[in-house]
């Protein structure tokens, strides 16, 4: 019997390659002669890097960089030697989870150390970089990555601007001269979830902008700031994207990194599928087992489950559920190659307690999927 265990991370808890090692240790317990074949999966958030290189054999780097407000931080990012890939994850260096909840603004927060991340995996000669956008604390457009990699954005006295998408209204002249010539050599993968345009009541400021710390009259300011910066690069590139779907994501990062770098946009679950090899693990399983923190109606928006049943789908595999928490419109995966679901608690307790428990839990509950289903067979 061969059984793909490919979850996600649980949040505040457990790793892609724990929850995977957990399930696999109850699953043994009934099938001790079974196949399992772990693939810790990611959907473009955290821990994407985390995982892949689990799968991939690759190395994990670290670089120091600034952080949304300047502040030096140390920025991991991975790194596979073999396809000369980098793997970047944006909130490592512009993360809200950098930044405590008193202290965000969206005003002046910056990208400029994903641009150093960037930077630092041209350096090691990437000539692919894959970067996993969410869990952004900024709304600068991306400026602050584009002024890393070179890009100068001044104002009418000539002068650079200063860090953050509000600074974006004063922009009177974009200059190109010094922006590094490697990038257009590189190819470049976006891994997100996030179809939203760069501006208007759909757009990076008023639908992300809030949770950053932007007031009602703030997100307007900063969706004008952003428009006037599309403008701007529309004039010098000779294209505009501001409106693609995408161009929204990380507060406008996806709108740069098309603009200037060319960036093709892929579900971050499909991302991580193909350097995982989930497809080709999947191939000839009797059964697939995934899971996340929460699983519920917001796992159709492209989560690590929806896409680990679209190929199993393909093959013809059923696939399980295990999840921290079933949360309201769950059902819905039922009618997109989900075949069962199960959360991890077996009694009353705190989120604290499932967390620290988790190993736990979701050992013991592999053990009874695994049953069961030996019972249906029999």
């Known amino acids: 019997m061969k059984i793909v265990i490919a979850p996600d991370s649980f949040k505040d808890s457990l790793s892609a390659q724990g929850v995977a090692d957990a399930i696999a240790l109850g699953l043994a317990e009934v099938w001790p002669d079974a196949q399992l074949v772990k693939c810790p999966m990611a959907d473009g958030g955290e821990g994407t890097v985390e995982s892949i290189l689990a799968a991939c054999d690759g190395e994990l780097r670290r670089t120091e960089v600034r952080g949304p407000f300047r502040a030096t931080v140390d920025a991991a990012w991975g790194w596979l030697p073999h396809s000369h890939t980098a793997i970047i994850e944006m909130a490592e260096a512009s993360g809200l989870q950098l930044v405590p909840v ?97 501006c208007g009541p759909h757009g990076a400021s008023a639908i992300f902008g809030p949770q950053k710390g932007a007031s009602p009259e703030q997100v307007q300011q900063l969706d004008r700031a952003l428009g006037h910066f599309a403008e701007h690069c529309a004039q010098v590139l000779n294209k505009d994207v501001r409106d693609e779907a995408g161009s929204g994501a990380a507060g406008g990062l996806g709108f740069a990194a098309k603009a200037f770098l060319g960036a093709q946009f892929k579900s971050g679950v499909d991302v991580v599928a193909e350097l995982v090899g989930l497809a080709e693990a999947v191939a000839g399983a009797d059964l697939v087992i995934t899971g996340e923190g929460r699983f519920d109606a917001q796992t159709l928006r492209g989560k690590t489950p929806f896409g680990v049943a679209r190929i199993a789908q393909k093959h013809g595999v059923p696939v399980v559920v295990l999840a921290g928490t079933l949360g309201e419109g769950y059902q819905q995966l039922y009618a997109h190659g989900i075949d069962a679901a199960f959360a991890l608690a077996s009694g009353p307790m705190t989120l604290a307690q499932a967390c620290a428990e988790a190993p736990r839990l979701l050992r013991e509950r592999a053990t009874d999927i695994a049953r069961v289903w030996q019972m249906a067979a029999r």
């Open 102 to 198: 008193g202290q965000r603004d969206a005003c002046i927060s910056s990208t400029f150390g994903t641009g150093e991340l960037i930077r630092a995996a041209l350096d090691t000669g990437a000539q692919r970089v894959i970067l996993a956008i969410g869990g952004s604390a900024t709304n600068d457009g991306g400026a602050g990555a584009m002024q890393a990699l070179g890009v100068r954005l001044l104002d009418a006295q000539g002068q650079t601007l200063a860090p953050g998408g509000l600074a974006l209204a004063h922009l009177a002249r974009i200059d190109l001269s010094e922006i590094d010539p490697r990038l257009a050599t590189v190819r470049f993968d976006i891994a997100a979830d996030v179809n939203n345009p760069l």
